[in-house]
């Protein structure tokens, strides 16, 4: 919805604050610790995702938004956020990543399947589409794979960590949105200094785990 409403160059770094509700809910939920580095690479992410946010066309050359439309993509990393500390809860019961992708996605498919259901505009969706169902089954494949990589991540490592780790994918939505949607959104320099400093908390964030 968020990707719908915004742009997909506004709505994937919105979306990456789930580091900020990963960390929250980690230090109250399973007593991880939040260190002052942590902290401080998390605010420089924040930096770069307020920057980005403030690209008044939200990167989208046709189509316009309001302010209430980031809630949206906001809202998502936030449930993405809460998901990682629930996938660290349940690989600390079991040591197996594979499992948690499988039981993930059966519930995940279960509920997009009722609100599927429920769903006013179904007369709207064309089944016959084959470009469609092709590119978003592709997409679904890139998503498990990602799922699979976070879940062995978390395994072996702490959400506070794994989850700003995690959140480089804008990085690479503002790429390819340069490449495959140059005709829908723009890569403005807003956009540009917020991946810059996104990538930089990260460059913190990694260097911060190796010596530990």
Do not use: C
């Not at 500390?85 to 498919?109: C, D, S, T």
Request: positive net charge; proline residues 3%.
């Amino acid at each position: 919805m968020g990707i719908n409403r915004v742009g997909s160059s506004i709505a994937a770094p919105l979306q990456s604050t789930q580091p900020l509700f990963s960390a929250l809910a980690a230090v109250l939920i399973l007593g991880e610790s939040l260190t002052v580095i942590i902290a401080f690479a998390t605010l420089i992410m924040l930096a770069g995702l307020a920057i980005i946010s403030s690209e008044e066309s939200g990167g989208q050359i046709e189509g316009s938004w309001s302010k209430k439309d980031l809630l949206f993509p906001i809202m998502a990393g936030a449930a993405y956020g809460l998901s990682h500390v629930f996938r660290k809860i349940g690989l600390n019961i079991n040591h197996e990543p594979m499992m948690g992708v499988v039981v993930q996605n059966a519930a995940a498919i279960s509920l997009s399947l009722l609100f599927a259901f429920l769903n006013q505009n179904q007369k709207r969706v064309t089944r016959n589409n084959q470009r469609a169902w092709a590119i978003f089954g592709l997409s679904g494949i890139f998503s498990v794979l990602g799922q699979l990589l976070v879940f062995n991540a978390l395994n072996i490592g702490s959400v506070v960590i794994v989850s700003p780790l995690s959140a480089i994918s804008p990085l690479f939505v503002i790429l390819l949105a340069a490449i495959f949607l140059r005709r829908t959104e723009s890569v403005t320099w807003k956009i540009i200094i917020g991946a810059v400093l996104i990538v930089a908390s990260t460059i913190l964030l990694a260097l911060f785990s190796e010596q530990h």
